[in-house]
């Protein structure tokens, strides 16, 4: 039992910022990568940004210089700051983790997703 919850979505105007939140429980032995993802009304479900256990990231070329992913491990937490906001980043925003944990004598390790949290960005 592993769930995933987002949350700091809402309204903001171009150029304005929003933090997103993402809270990570059940049985969990350890977190490896987690990651952002954003899906635009009519649109694919694309890549924001990703983070390694070891705090390596990467970003999507249209959010670089402006988002940066970061996470809590002692919290089971995964954040995105967004800064300069444009609208073309409106968009339902969605937690992805793998989830390392004990099943039987083995671990293994299953890819989550939360429900995602609606980011607008409208003047």
């Known amino acids: 039992q592993v769930q995933l919850v987002e949350s700091g979505g809402g309204l903001v105007q171009p150029g304005g910022s929003l933090r997103l939140s993402c809270v990570v429980s059940?049985?969990?032995?350890?977190?490896?990568?987690m990651g952002w993802y954003r899906q635009a009304p009519g649109k694919q479900r694309e890549l924001v940004a990703t983070i390694t256990s070891g705090g390596s990231t990467n970003y999507a070329d249209s959010v670089k210089g402006r988002f940066i992913i970061s996470r809590d491990s002692a919290k089971n937490t995964g954040y995105l700051q967004m800064n300069s906001l444009k609208p073309e980043g409106t968009a339902v925003y969605y937690c992805?983790?793998?989830?390392?944990?004990?099943?039987?004598?083995?671990?293994?390790?299953?890819?989550?997703w939360g429900q995602g949290t609606q980011v607008t960005v409208s003047s």
């Open positions: 992805n983790a793998d989830v390392k944990r004990l099943s039987g004598i083995y671990y293994v390790t299953n890819n989550y």
């Open positions: 059940g049985s969990i032995n350890s977190i490896n990568a």
